[in-house]
Antibody, heavy 126, light 111 residues
Framework: EVHLLESGGNLVQPGGSLRLSCAAS????????MTWVRQASGKGLEWVSG????????FYADSVKGRFTISRDNSKNTLYLQMNSLRAEDTAVYYC???????????????????WGQGTTVTVSS | DIVMTQTPLSSPVTLGQPASISCRSS???????????LSWLQQRPGQPPRLLIY???NRFSGVPDRFSGSGAGTDFTLKISRVEAEDVGVYYC????????FGQGTKVEIK
C-alpha cells in the first residue's frame, strides 16, 4: 500500500525559511514523479511544485518560483520542499502526492496526482 | 488557461438517494493523444484529497462502484448512486489535459 508521510510544518515569521519532508513507502519511489500541493484554510487546492522520478526535472507554480526548491533523495525514498522568503499567503496545509501516468497528459506528467499524504501545516505569521 | 466550473457549489442530499455534480471546462479537454484527462477528487472533512475517477470514467483503486463518472468534451458529471454518510465532503474536478486546473469544489452534505 502506498504511504506518504509529510513532516516539517511549523509557525514561521514572514521572510523565514522552512523545509518540508515527505517519506514514501509502498512503491518504487524513483519510478514516479512527485508533487507538492497546498490548501489554505477553507480554500481550494493549489499545485505548488513537481519533480521527475530521477530528480533531474523540476517544475514550479509562478507563485513560488524563485523562493521554493523541490528535491528528492531516492536512496531515502524522501521528497523535500525547501521554502525561503515565506509570506503570509504561503500559509496552508502542504500535501505531497505521488503521480501516476494516465492521470494527466504525458507532457504534464508531474500534475497527475493519484495518492496524497495527510499533509503538514505551515503558518507564516509574526 | 482552462477554467473549470462546478455546479452546484453545495448539494444537500438524503442518505440512500443519488447525487450528481457537474463540471464544465472553458475549452475541450480532449488531448491530441485522444484521451480526456478529467479526474474527480473527494476530500472528506479534515482529510487529504483522494482520487476517485480519472480519464472521465475510470474508478481508481478501492473506489466503491456507487461512484461513476461520465461526459465528454467540455461537460462532465460525477454521480453517486446511493449516498452514504461517509460520502460527506468536498468534491473537485481536475483537468490535466492542458497544464492543471481544479474546479472550485462542491460540498456534499446530508439533509
Amino acid at each position: 500500500e502506498v504511504h506518504l508521510l509529510e513532516s516539517g510544518g511549523n509557525l514561521v515569521q514572514p521572510g523565514g525559511s522552512l523545509r518540508l519532508s515527505c517519506a514514501a513507502s509502498g512503491f518504487t519511489f524513483n519510478n514516479y514523479a512527485m508533487t507538492w500541493v497546498r490548501q489554505a484554510s477553507g480554500k481550494g487546492l493549489e499545485w505548488v511544485s513537481g519533480i521527475s522520478g530521477s530528480g533531474r526535472s523540476t517544475f514550479y507554480a509562478d507563485s513560488v518560483k524563485g523562493r521554493f526548491t523541490i528535491s528528492r533523495d531516492n536512496s531515502k525514498n524522501t521528497l523535500y520542499l525547501q521554502m525561503n522568503s515565506l509570506r503570509a499567503e504561503d500559509t496552508a496545509v502542504y500535501y505531497c502526492a505521488k503521480t501516476n501516468p494516465g492521470i494527466a497528459a504525458v507532457e504534464y506528467y508531474y500534475y497527475g496526482m493519484d495518492v496524497w499524504g495527510q499533509g503538514t501545516t505551515v503558518t507564516v505569521s509574526s | 488557461d482552462i477554467v473549470m466550473t462546478q455546479t452546484p457549489l453545495s448539494s444537500p442530499v438524503t442518505l440512500g438517494q443519488p447525487a450528481s455534480i457537474s463540471c464544465r471546462s472553458s475549452q475541450s479537454l480532449v488531448h491530441s493523444d485522444g484521451n480526456t484527462y478529467l479526474s474527480w477528487l473527494q476530500q472528506r472533512p479534515g482529510q487529504p484529497p483522494r482520487l476517485l475517477i480519472y480519464k472521465i470514467s475510470n474508478r481508481f483503486s478501492g473506489v466503491p462502484d456507487r461512484f461513476s463518472g461520465s461526459g465528454a468534451g467540455t461537460d462532465f458529471t460525477l454521480k453517486i448512486s446511493r449516498v452514504e454518510a461517509e460520502d460527506v465532503g468536498v468534491y473537485y474536478c481536475m483537468q490535466g489535459t492542458q497544464f492543471l486546473t481544479f474546479g472550485q469544489g462542491t460540498k456534499v452534505e446530508i439533509k
